[in-house]
């Protein structure tokens, strides 16, 4: 892995590519992507992340930067089903597990049609570019694999880059260089 200054520097060459928008992957794959990077990087990658984000709003590009932060996802969904408090008063009776849990099954985030699947789909544009991050901060209530693998069954016109906070050497995800996050085997590895 190179430094991550030239990383993200190869980052904005490859997403204004024509190949990467039009979402051509190799062997007409969908354009899925991880961004991998050291956890300790975290605030660097959230602080280029966002200076691209806001530099795609404020360019004549077509092609805009959407960023899916899956923490504040599930924050928001929470919120609105006035479960916030519920969960708070959840983990203090029967611990985070529990909670973690019974937050995990009632957003479906093990289907398609859960409840970030359907977020990401409603709020994406037909000409965008996907940027989720937010993996460490809901571990382990929302996995990164389980987002990807159902998300892939439901978007395939736009590419789609996640940004990984350890490491992926293209079919293993590995979190705080530990606890593997099962395997994904239909992103390519970014830069």
């Known amino acids: 892995m190179g430094k991550i200054e030239e ?13 990467f928008r039009e979402n051509r992957g190799l062997g007409n794959e969908v354009g899925y992507y991880i961004f991998d990077y050291p956890a300790e990087k975290e605030l660097y990658v959230r602080e280029q992340v966002d200076r691209m984000y806001k530099q795609s709003v404020s360019s004549s590009d077509e092609y805009k930067i959407i960023v899916f932060d899956l923490y504040d996802i ?26 973690s849990r019974a937050v995990s099954n009632m957003m479906k985030v093990n289907s398609t049609d859960g409840m970030i699947v359907h977020y990401i789909q ?21 996995r990164s694999h389980t987002v990807l693998n159902n998300l892939h069954l439901v978007i395939d016109n736009v590419p789609v880059v996640l940004f990984y906070p ?4 293209g ?20 830069v």
């Open 166 to 169: 350890g490491s992926y050497d």
């Open 74 to 99: 599930m924050i928001e969904i929470l919120d609105n089903k006035k479960y916030l408090e519920k969960c708070y008063a959840m983990e203090k009776k029967n611990g985070f597990e529990k909670v």
């Open 7 to 19: 990383r993200f520097d190869l980052l904005k060459q490859k997403i204004n590519s024509p190949k």
């Open 122 to 142: 409603e709020h994406t544009p037909e000409k965008a570019i996907i940027f989720i991050t937010g993996i460490g901060k809901c571990y382990p209530i929302i």
């Open 171 to 190: 079919q293993e995800l590995v979190l705080f260089d530990e606890i593997k996050d099962d395997n994904y085997y239909r992103a390519f590895r970014l």
